[in-house]
């Protein structure tokens, strides 16, 4: 079997094409053309600024067959943990709600403490909003030690519309609480956004428990690319939690990387070197996001 059959109908859940206020590699129109190339289904569309939504419907017109998925990021730019924005998405046809990213508290509080030599584009960003004398608010999901209101709110507005749970760069205490409060509410689609990230590092046995709570671990190519985590550790962490609980996302679309398509075959590359099947990369690549994305009937 050529590497290139385990594409036919797969997604990648998590790229960051253009048009965006950060530099990207790529645009929609080209990272379809390349995707259907290969053969894959479709790819959810991430901004950490703006909603996708409209976006996804129009490129879902231009390439019949593909199903391109639109979603929205709780950072500052939408109203942060803000309901009303994400029944407007839903209502547009959004599928996927990430928690916030780099507006995160969670995700401030690391970049902080580990000073990069380089500022990212999205830091610059934040630090000219500063310049301005408008700087931008960290977000947290607690008031005191329990969940705002507002994020009780957006969880059932996930629900009603049986949209993904995508928990973004949140804290380890936020994650739990959310996933355990989603679980209670009716969510049934959760993704846990790269557990080795730096500024999340969840354990094996935390990625375990939130498996069998009914959250997929997604597993991105960009983290062991960057080497915020090791190749080696993410074998470990797919095989301890088993790719029945696990999505492949590329992440990808910074200028300076590879093309996400090009990403996700050498993810696909190094996991059948490493002690995967093939059927273990359809699981994570087909099958799991497919239960995400698609209508079932």
Not at 91 to 97: H, M, T, Y
Not at 163 to 172: D, I, S
Not at 203 to 211: F, N, T
Request: aromatic share 8%.
């Amino acid at each position: 079997m050529e590497i290139t059959d385990l594409f036919q109908g797969a997604y990648d859940l998590h790229v960051h094409t253009g048009p965006d206020v950060l530099p990207r590699k790529l645009d929609d129109l080209e990272m379809a053309k390349r995707l259907q190339r290969l053969g894959m289904k479709g790819y959810g569309i991430k901004s950490h600024y703006f909603v996708t939504s409209a976006r996804a419907k129009l490129l879902n017109q231009v390439y019949p067959g593909m199903n391109v998925i639109g979603a929205i990021c709780l950072n500052n730019s939408v109203g942060g943990l803000n309901p009303i924005a994400v029944e407007m998405a839903a209502l547009d046809g959004a599928k996927i709600v990430w928690m916030p990213t780099f507006d995160a508290e969670n995700e401030q509080q690391h970049f902080r403490a580990s000073k990069p030599e380089k500022l990212p584009h999205w830091a610059k960003l934040r630090q000219e909003f500063e310049r301005q004398g408008s700087p931008m608010p960290t977000i947290n999901l607690f008031n005191g030690r329990e969940l705002k209101h507002e994020v009780y709110k957006i969880l059932r507005i996930i629900s009603k519309y049986d949209l993904v749970l995508a928990t973004g760069h949140l804290g380890k205490d936020e994650i739990f609480a959310l996933i355990e409060a989603a679980g209670k509410i009716g969510v049934k689609k959760i993704v846990v956004t790269h557990p080795n990230f730096p500024s999340i590092r969840l354990s094996i046995a935390e990625q375990r428990e939130l498996a069998q709570r009914g959250a997929y671990m997604e597993h991105c190519f960009t983290t062991p690319h960057s080497n915020k985590d090791t190749w080696e550790s993410v074998y470990e962490q797919i095989h301890s939690v088993g790719p029945n609980h696990c999505i492949l996302s590329s992440d990808l679309g910074q200028p300076a990387g590879p093309y996400p398509d090009e990403g996700m075959q050498i993810f696909v590359r190094n996991l059948l070197d490493n002690g995967f099947s093939t059927g273990d990369i359809r699981t994570m690549m087909v099958d799991n996001p497919s239960s995400l994305v698609e209508k079932e009937g």
